[in-house]
C-alpha cells in the first residue's frame, strides 16, 4: 500500500458517526409522532377549511373591527389591538426601570462576583416563570383586567432584561472612570457620567427588542383573561367564527409588523 | 405676548448661546433628551387609558392564599400524594419534550432552503430575496400559542397540532437567525468554488456550510429551549403536555396545578443548562 | 513641586515595581520618563495622583504627604492633577463639550454635577480649553466620531479645563500617526511654555522625549538609573536604561 492510501486509511471514520446521529434523530421524531393518534381522514377536510378560512377572513366585519355600530367601542379589534399594544408597552416599561436596580446587583462590575451570583440566580428564577403561570396567579389578585397583564409583563421583564441589562455593564468599557477617578470623581459622579453614558443606549436597544416580544406575549395573555385581544379570540376560535378570527389576527399582524418596524429602526439608529 | 415671546427667547440664547473671551462664540444645539423624554410621556398617559379596571376587584391577600393553595395538599391528600402526583406527570412531560424536538428539528431543516435563498450574497436579486424575508416576517408575527389554537382547530387535540405549531414558529425564527449569519460570512470560499465550476448547491455545501454549521446548531439549541418553555403551555389550548394538566385542574385541585408548575420549573431549568453547556462548547 | 523619598511599590503578586525611588520634579519643568516596558514608569506616573497607593517612603506633592489622604481630601488632590491616557479614555458617546466639562466635577457637590448644574464660567472655561487646543469647533459633536489626534486633544482640553499644576501623560502619543505625534507633543509643549504647567510624560518614543523634554529620567527595574538634562543622554547611557539597543519602533524616525 502508498503512502497516501494508508494516511486514508486512517482517516477517522466520520460518516459513521453522522450516520448514527441521523438515524437517531429520525428515529425520535418518528416515535414523536407515534404517540399521537392522528386521524388521517382528518386531513382530507383541511381543504374545505382553508377554503371556508379564506373566504370569511376576506368578508371584514367593519363595525367589529373599529367598534361602531351594533359593538361597544370596547368590542371593537381596534380597541383590544391598542389595549394590547399598551399592556406591552408599559409592561415592558415599568419592567425597564424596575430591571436597572436589579442589574446592579446581577453585576460583578458592581457588586462582586460572589454576590452579583446571587443576583442573578434570583433574576432566573423570575425569568423561568413562563408568563402564563404568572399571569395565571396575578389574575386571582388583580382581577381579569389588563392591569393583570401589565404586571405580568411588567415582572417578567424584569427577570428577562435584568440579565442582559447586568451583562451589558459588565461588558463596559472601563477607560473612561479611569479617568474620572484620575480628575477626582466621587462614586455618583462616575457613575453619571462614566457609566451611564455608555450603558443607556445599550439598554434602550435591548428595551425595544423586548418590547416587541413583549407585544406579542400580550396577545397571548388575553387567553386567560389578562385583557387583550387573546380572550376574544379564544371565543372565537372555539365558536370556528373565522371571520371574527380573521379579523384579529389581521390586527395582530398589522400591529406586530408596525412595533418590529418602529422597533428595528430604533435600534438601528441608538448603534 | 410678543414681549413674553422675546424674553422667553432671551433666556433660551442664555443657556445655549456662549461668547468666550476672544471674541468667539458658540451655540450649543438643543439636547435631544428631552423631546425623547417628552415623547414617552405622552405614550404612557395616552396607553394608560387602555388599562381599564375595577379596583373593586384587587383583592391582594387573594395571592397569599393562592400560594397557600398551591403548595400545600388539599383537602384530604397528603404530602407523599404530592409528590406521587408529580410522577405522574411523566406521561404529560413526554409529551412536552417530543412536541419541542419535533418541532424544532423539522423547522430548523424547513428554514435552511428558504434562508438561501434569503441571503443576499447568495441570492443576489431582490425579486427572489424580498418576497421571502416578508414571508418569514409574516410567520414570525404569529406567536406560537396563537398557532397552536389554530393548528387544534384544524387537526385536532393531542400531540400533532404542537408539532406543527412549533415547527412553523422555529420555521419563521430559525431561518431569520440563518440568513443574517449566512450574510455575515466570508464569500472567499464560495466565489473561489464557483470559479472553479462548481453548481449553486455545490458551493453552499463545501463553502458556506461548513461555516455556519457550529452557529447553525447552537440556534438550534437555542430555539429547541425557548420551545420547550413555550410548548409547556401550549397544552392550555389543546395540545398535550404539562399545560393541558394545567388547564383541567386549574378550578379545582390547586395543589396539582402547583406539582405541575413545579416540574415544569424543573424541566425548563435542566433545558437551560444543558443548552448552555452545548452552545458554550460550541463556541 | 513633586517630591519622592524611598518611594517603594510592591504589588500584591509579589512585583517589586517601584524600588527606592527618590526624585524631585520642580514647579515649570517637562520631564519624560523613559524605560523599558515593566520597567516601572507607569507605576511611577500613577504613584503622583494616588491611582496606585505606594507600599512604603514618602511622597509629597506641594510639601504635603499624601499616602494617609483619602476621600474627599484625595479628590481635591485629584483635580488638581491632570492625566492624559494612551487609549485618550474619553466617554465615547457623550459630546466633546460634555467630556472636557467633566474636568470640573470634583470642585462642586455631588447633587449639583449629577444634575449637570455648572456655573457658566465654568462652562465657558470649559470651551475656552478646546479652542486653546484648536478645536472649538467640534465642541458639541460626539467624542468618537473625532480623530485619534483630535481625541487626545480633547484629552487635553479636559485637563486644562481643571486649571492642573501638573499635568501627568501615560504614553500619550503611543497610540496616533507620526504628523499627530508631532502636533500633539507641540500642544505640550506649549502647555508647559505659555502656562507654566509642570508636565511628567511617559515616553515610548525615546527620540520625542530627548526633542521636547528638558529634563529626563531612565528608569530599569524600578530604579533610576539616569537622571539629566537631554543633552547629557548618549548612547551608552540608553543601553543601560534599554539593556539593548534601541528598537525601531522606539524611535520615530525622520
Known sequence: MTKTEQILKKKPKKWITNLIFTFAIIIAIVYSFSDSRINWKRFNSVGSYLNAMLESFADIDVDFLLGTGLYRFEEGVLFLTLETLAIGFLGTLIGAILAIPFSFLASTNIVGPKFAKLGETFLIIIRVFPEIILALILVKGFGMNALTGVLTIGLHSIGMLGKMFAETIDNMDRSSIEALDAVGANVWQKIRYGIIPQIVPELSSVALYRLDINVRSATILGIIGAGGLGATMVLAASNWNWSVLGAIMLSIIVMVLVVDGISSYLRNKLV | MVAHLNTTKYWVNDMTRFVLTNGKSITKPFNKIWIILGILIVLVVFFSYFIQYDPRYIV??????????????????????????????????????????????????????????????????????????????????????????IAVMFVGIGVLPGIIAITIFTFGIMAKMLYEVIETIDMNSYEALESTGANKIQAFRYAVFPQIFPIYISYLVYIFEINVRSSAILGYVGTEGIGSVIKDNILYNYDRVGAAIIVMFVLILTIQFISNLIRRKLQ | ????????????????????????????????????????????????????????????????????????????????????????????????????????????????????????????????????????????????????????????????????????????????????TVQVMDDFARINRKLGITIVANMHHVDLALKYASRIIGIKDGVIVFDGTNEQINDDILVNIYGRSLKHDEVLGE
Do not use: C
Open chain 3, 1 to 180: 513641586m513633586i517630591k519622592f523619598v524611598d518611594v517603594v511599590k510592591t504589588y500584591s503578586n509579589g512585583v517589586q515595581a517601584l524600588r527606592g525611588i527618590n526624585l524631585t520634579i520642580n514647579d515649570g519643568e517637562f520631564v519624560a520618563i523613559i524605560g523599558l516596558s515593566g520597567a516601572g514608569k507607569s507605576t511611577l506616573l500613577r504613584s503622583i495622583n494616588k491611582m496606585i497607593p505606594i507600599t512604603s517612603g514618602k511622597l509629597y506633592i506641594d510639601d504635603v504627604e499624601i499616602s494617609t489622604i483619602k476621600g474627599k481630601e484625595l479628590r481635591m488632590l485629584r483635580r488638581s492633577i491632570g492625566m492624559i491616557f494612551q487609549s485618550f479614555n474619553l466617554v465615547k458617546r457623550m459630546s466633546v463639550y460634555s467630556n472636557v466639562l467633566t474636568g470640573r466635577v470634583a470642585y462642586h457637590s455631588t447633587l449639583k454635577t449629577v444634575f449637570g448644574f455648572f456655573p457658566k464660567t465654568e462652562k465657558l472655561l470649559a470651551l475656552e480649553s478646546l479652542d486653546t487646543m484648536g478645536i472649538l469647533e467640534k465642541a458639541f459633536i460626539r467624542a468618537d466620531q473625532l480623530s485619534g489626534g483630535q481625541q487626545q486633544r480633547v484629552a487635553l482640553a479636559r485637563a486644562l479645563t481643571q486649571q492642573p499644576k501638573v499635568i501627568l501623560a501615560d504614553e500619550p502619543v503611543a497610540s496616533l500617526d507620526p504628523i499627530t
Open chain 2, 60 to 149: 391582594l391577600s387573594e395571592l397569599s392564599v393562592l400560594f397557600e393553595k398551591l403548595f400545600t395538599p388539599r383537602g384530604t391528600r397528603t404530602w407523599s400524594d404530592y409528590f406521587a402526583y408529580m410522577l405522574t406527570l411523566k406521561d404529560p412531560l413526554i409529551s412536552t419534550l417530543q412536541m419541542s424536538f419535533a418541532g424544532t428539528i423539522m423547522g430548523s431543516i424547513l428554514a435552511i432552503p428558504v434562508a438561501i435563498f434569503a441571503a443576499k450574497n447568495i441570492a443576489k436579486y431582490p425579486i427572489i430575496y424580498v418576497p421571502m424575508r416578508f414571508l418569514m416576517n409574516l410567520i414570525r408575527t404569529i406567536p406560537a400559542l396563537i398557532l397552536a389554537l
